[in-house]
């Protein structure tokens, strides 16, 4: 088994949050973990429903554009927690797949810069990664 998974592409594009799937978030239901991510920084729950139709880089550039709740850097990594178990526990297919991961280090490279949720030339927080190998663990107990 490999022991590193760096980069979301490929056979591991559905780790990517860009990976269209339906996911169903409180009672809206998302065609991508990017977009129902987005959609969550919304103020107003009204203004969530515009995503709904939106693909992933739709859905990321206008969560540039939202105003922004007050809360969101506090609630964004739990509200990306909430997601990804969202997105493999409602897609078993999806969870299969994850779980054959088996214990190998998931990681998002990417060439974009986003440091945050990823890591650029192995330099990054990797949040997304970090994430999804929690998730693992809980399907894998369950």
């Keep these: 088994m490999q022991t ?4 979301f592409r490929g056979n591991y594009f559905f780790l990517s949050n860009f990976y269209e799937c339906p996911v169903t978030y409180q009672d809206i239901t998302y065609p991508n973990n990017e977009t129902a991510f ?3 920084k919304c103020i107003n729950d009204s203004d969530k429903t515009k995503f709904m139709s939106l693909n992933p880089s739709a859905a990321k ?6 105003a922004l709740r007050k809360d969101w850097e506090s609630v964004k990594f739990s509200v990306m927690k909430d997601l990804v178990k969202a997105k493999f526990t409602q897609n078993p297919d ?6 054959a ?3 190998a280090h998931l990681e998002e490279g990417n060439t974009w810069g986003d440091r945050i949720w990823g890591t650029v030339n192995g330099t990054g927080a990797n949040k997304l990664g970090i994430i999804l190998m929690q998730v693992r663990d809980e399907l894998n107990l369950s």
């Excluded at 590193?4 to 980069?7: K, V």
């Excluded at 999806?94 to 779980?99: C, D, M, R, S, W």
Aim: charge should be positive; glycine fraction near 4%; hydrophobic fraction near 35%.
């Design 4 to 7: 590193t998974i760096n980069s």
């Design 38 to 40: 987005q959609a969550q």
């Design 61 to 66: 550039k206008l969560g540039r554009r939202v």
């Design 94 to 99: 999806l969870a299969e797949k994850l779980l």
């Design 101 to 103: 991961t088996d214990n």
